[in-house]
Structures are given as C-alpha cells and as structure tokens.
C-alpha cells in the first residue's frame, strides 16, 4: 500500500530534515527535488511523513495522557512515555509529545513530531510543484489539494494543543531579518479562520472518494477536508476557546489578547453549517454506520454478539465505510498487543503486553442495558455494584455461565461488552469466529494466566483490560504467545463522530432540543441496539425530563460520545474543549484489586493514582528554549 511506506521513504527525502522555517539557499538542490515527476512525489510523501501517529500511544497524547486507560511501568512492547502527562509529570525544560518544533532544534521531541519543519515542507512543495514537465495538470492539482490539507491539519494539530499559533502561510526568504524570524503567536480566531481557508482551497481539487484502493487508502478526500473543517470549527465554538475569560491575561508584546473573551454563539451556527455539509458529503461518498451483520459469517452468530460486535468492528474492521479518514501508514500491532488477554500461562512469554487497562470510571460509564447511566437508571436503585453475582444461561454471550463476577457487569449495554475485557467476560475472536457458542472467557484473577503483576511488565493495573481495540481475527495459539496481528487502518475521523458532533452543535444552537438533535444522536444509538433518547429516559431514568432541556441534552450527548469513541482518543480532546478535564481528571484512579485470588478479594476497589490537572493543563507549554530564542511568543497559562 502506497501509504504504507511513507515514513520508510520520507526518511529519504531532504525536504524532512533539511528544509526549516527559512527556505535555505540551495536552490539547486530544490531544483532537483522537483526536477520530475518521480521526485516530486517522493517529497509529497515526506509531506505525507509527518503526520502524527495516531495508533501509537508513545507518540498520540490522547491514547495514554489522560484517565481513559491506566498503564504500568516498566512496560512491554509500548513505550510509557505519553503516561507521564497523565501523572501530572509535564513541563517546559522538555516538553512530552513536543509537536511544537522543527528539526533544527536538535533535541528530543519525546513522542512529537517537528510539525513546524512539516509546515516549511508543505510550503516548499507548494512553492515548486510546478517544475516538473512529466506532471499532468489533473495530478499536480490533486497534489496540490493533498498538501494544502496537511498544512490546514498541521496548523489544526498545533492549535488543537497550544492553542494560539504563528501561522506559516508562506516561508521567509533568506534574507530575512532577525525580526522576521521571531513569528507571533495568532489569536485565535485568525488561526481558525486560516485553517478553514486551507481546507476550503484544498475541496475542490480532492476527490469524492478513493478509486485505487490498493495503493491510495489512507490519502484525504472531499469528505475528510470537510469533516476536519466541521472539527475545527467545533473546538472553535466550545468552551475552551469561546470566551474563556481564564486566558485574560495572555497578552503578547503588540498588545493583543491571543484568546477571544466574548462568548459569540454563532461561532455554534458556524459549525453546524460545516457539519451538515460534511455529512452529507460523506453520504455522497458511500459513507455509512458500521454493520457487523454484513461480515460473511456474521449469519452464524447471535444478536448479543453483533451488537457488541458493531462498535468494535466500526473500528478495526479494515476500510470499512463508516471511516472518512483512517491511519495507513502505522501498524497497530503494537497497540494491539497491549490489548489482548491471556488465556494461560504459556501466554505471558513476551508477545502478548495485557497493560493498556481501563479505568473502574469508564467501566462504571458506559450505559445499562436501558440505555441510560448506571446511577440515572431506577431499576439499579439499591443496587451495589460491588456485589457478587453468578452469570446464568441467559448471560452466556457476554459472561461465562456458572461464573462469579459482580452486578456492574451485568445487564449493561452492547458497547460494554464489545470494549471491555473484564473478569469472566467473553471474548469474541482469538480464532473462534465462526461461531458464538464457544467463545473465550478471560481469566483475570491474581492467580489466573491473565491476571495478578506476572510478569512485572506486562499486566493490568486495574483489572480490566481494552477489548474494543483488538480484531476479531488477532489471534495467539494456546501453545505460545506467537500472536498473529490482523491489521486495520486506525479511524482518525468516522461518521459516528460527526453524527455525535453535529447531535452536540444543534442543540447549542436550538433554544431548546428538538427532533433534529434527537436524530442523529439516535441514529448511533440504533445501531448498538438501543431505544431512542427520549424513549429511555422517559422509560428508565431518574430523571425523565432531562432530554427537553438544553442543558440536560448537553450532558446526554457528551456522555454518549464518551461511550461511542471510548479508546480512540476522543475522550482525551473533548474533555479539554468541554472545559471539563479539571473535574474528571482530579478524581483518583480506581480500579480492582489485581492481587486478589478470589472473588470476594479481587473486587474490591482500589485506589491506583491520584493525579493533578490545573488550569494550565488545558494547553502544552511552549519549550523554554523555544521561548528564549523568540521573545515574541508568549508562554500558556501557568507554565
């Protein structure tokens, strides 16, 4: 796959490590890069090589940085480097995840990226793309597109972190002064506005889907320029940069306020704008919701297993149509090795890293079979959690019968049991796929294969460990751990996400919710088998007038795309825009007694971390080095 190679072939390529923030005066080696059309495409795909990993947890924030999953260390198979920012372990001496850098900088990125030599690259590329001669028109145009989207997603990549940003809109000549060189930081609004105008010039020009499916998935097409321009304008309109009055202070030396400080609701209309476009588009497209009952042997399975199936498979099922933009060029092996369970001892000989562990919150956040939260929902009145509990015939499809678990993982919803490997739990895959009647049951206990602190680096630190991210066909023979990885592209943007996004932008639009906000949030709900919103609440909750009121339906809808894109990384951006990564991320770490060897033992809870997020938090600090040689940038609040 063409994509697949290009960070093996942008190491090559002397645009990604030579070219910076000023183009040098070298012309002839750009000459030469752009002397035809072979090498010109050898620079589009260093272009292409800077793209963030978003499989990776050692270089994706969002996979370990926040309180979604827990991790260990020393680990195996996957760097626990990203953890340190959960752990509240952040600072400016030397950033984690480091996206704010070029290469000429010459230190250690700690899992980022140089995104700003990325930038000076894409603008070389676009300054040059029309040398070579062997070049048609209708491909360099489509080239073109390509790297006016990257340098819109690089800047969204930055500002998503930082926030204000210099926008490189061109590179300086070498004649640049010193003055010249030391770029501002952009307030907000004008680095959203220019991101949006990169994506809109990059539209026209990318196709509506991709024809060459062999060598060409993975690359940006009509619908995912339009879904990014639907994200941006998304975080624009919330809480985090839509009059955030904590950012007041943050004033650069031209005297302007880098963060807007009025609250402008039609920053929401903008955004809804751009999201029913991006939908409908991507319905154009062929885009649809994953169903898992279109998988040849899905006829032989249950209903049960299906619905657990249909997010699970939404994800790791390759290519599959609900996926406007995937991840082609790094494998998730890695992270799916630090999913997968253990069914014996022979297992625990190093292929298999059992550690990426979900927290006992996210556990407990996921819906009842009602549809609605645990704690909302009046037939879980009086019920403690904690209990033990016997699995019968009735829950063989989800927990092995005759097996002793506890009442929070009974009677939950479908996404439970597709994203969370718990203690009794079944486990569809791992070569049993052709039917449901005998599938796995992991073992979790401190003395069982799968569970306890064997070996030291690799197990789970909350009991738990993250199902939804491995695929049905990953498998490891019960001899060994020779674990045979089935590759899937990474979903960076899926439908369900804009469905979720634009269900959360008309209902800050509308005075109040209506069908249209019902619609989209119950079109993701259907295909998990769940009634509709205001069905379940009026039927099962507490609270049965909470989807009527704009702020009721606020907190419905955030907590359903905590539930839908669990594990993906959403988790970790939302809970910053929201403004809400304070209240989350000050609760303690709580998972299972890993230790326990039985049941009445292992189910009690236990406190694993206490982190710390402030303030400052909601933002990377600048590196202080960077700071000392630019005077004109201005640090984020509290570092």
Excluded at 317 to 341: A, H, M, T, Y
Aim: net charge negative; charged share 25%; with cysteine.
């Amino acid at each position: 796959m063409l994509f697949a190679v290009i960070l093996t072939i942008g190491t090559t390529v002397i645009s990604c490590k030579d070219y910076l923030d000023v183009v040098p005066d070298n012309t002839a080696t750009i000459d030469h890069a752009f002397r035809n059309r072979h090498e010109a495409e050898k620079f589009l795909y260093g272009c292409f090589s800077f793209l963030p990993n978003h499989a990776d947890p050692a270089s994706n924030p969002a996979l370990l940085g926040g309180d979604e999953v827990w991790y260990i260390d020393p680990a195996n198979i996957v760097s626990p480097i990203l953890w340190n920012i959960a752990k509240g372990n952040q600072g400016t001496n030397s950033p984690y995840a480091n996206y704010w850098a070029s290469h000429q900088d010459g230190y250690d990125l700690r899992g980022g990226k140089a995104l700003f030599t990325a930038l000076s690259d894409c603008n070389i590329f676009l300054d040059n793309i029309y040398k070579p001669k062997d070049l048609d028109d209708y491909e360099r145009d489509w080239w073109i597109a390509e790297v006016t989207f990257l340098k819109a997603f690089y800047h969204f990549y930055l500002f998503r972190m930082y926030g204000p940003i210099p926008l490189i809109r061109e590179n300086l000549p070498i004649s640049a002064s010193s003055d010249e060189v030391r770029r501002y930081r952009e307030p907000v609004d004008d680095v959203v506005n220019y991101i949006v105008e990169l994506l809109d010039a990059s539209i026209e020009n990318l196709p509506m889907e991709i024809l060459d499916v062999t060598s060409d998935l993975g690359r940006p097409t009509k619908a995912t320029a339009l879904a990014l321009k639907a994200q941006v304008l998304t975080l624009a309109a919330s809480p985090l940069f839509n009059g955030n009055t904590d950012y007041v202070n943050i004033v650069d030396n031209k005297g302007r306020q880098l963060f807007p400080q009025e609250y402008r609701p039609e920053k929401w209309q903008r955004a809804a704008d751009a999201l029913k476009e991006a939908i409908d588009v991507a319905h154009e497209a062929g885009h649809e919701l994953f169903d898992f009952r279109t998988i040849p042997f899905s006829n032989n399975l249950s209903d049960y297993t299906i619905l657990a199936m249909q997010v699970r498979g939404a994800v790791t099922e390759r290519w599959n149509k609900e996926i406007i933009w995937g991840e082609s060029n790094v494998n998730p092996d890695p992270l799916q090795r630090i999913c997968f369970p253990a069914w014996n001892p022979n297992q625990n000989s190093g292929g298999i890293g059992k550690s990426y562990a979900p927290t006992l919150q996210v556990v407990e956040q996921f819906y009842t079979y009602n549809g609605v939260p645990i704690e909302e929902d009046k037939e879980w009145v009086g019920i403690n959690l904690m209990d033990l509990r016997t699995g019968s015939s009735s829950h063989r499809y989800y927990i092995r019968e005759g097996f002793q678990t506890i009442n929070l993982h009974f009677y939950r919803e479908a996404r439970f049991y597709g994203a969370i490997t718990f203690d009794g739990g079944t486990f569809y895959g791992n070569g049993r796929t052709n039917s449901d009647t005998d599938m796995w049951h992991t073992p979790m206990k401190g003395l069982d294969p799968g569970g306890g602190v064997a070996p030291t680096e690799r197990y789970s630190s909350t009991g738990y460990l993250c199902k939804k991210l491995t695929h049905y066909l990953t498998s490891v023979p019960e001899a060994n751990s020779s674990i045979t990885c089935y590759r899937y592209a990474f979903p960076i943007i899926r439908l369900a996400d804009l469905y979720l996004m634009y269900a959360e932008v008309l209902n800050e639009v509308k005075a109040t919710p209506d069908a249209e906000v019902y619609e989209y949030i119950d079109l993701v709900r259907a295909r998990t088998g769940l009634e509709e919103v205001v069905e379940s609440w009026q039927a099962h909750s507490l609270n049965p007038d909470k989807p009527s009121t704009k702020e009721g339906m606020r907190e419905i809808i955030r907590r359903e795309r905590l539930n839908e894109l669990a594990f993906e990384g959403s988790r970790f951006w939302d809970l910053r825009r929201w403004k809400l990564a304070e209240e989350y991320m000050n609760r303690p770490i709580r998972g299972l007694n890993i230790v326990g060897q039985t049941a009445a033992d292992f189910y009690q809870v236990k406190e694993v971390y206490s982190p710390t997020f402030t303030k400052k938090d909601y933002l990377w600090p600048i590196r202080q080095s960077v700071l000392l040689k630019n005077t004109n940038l201005v640090q984020n609040l509290g570092w």
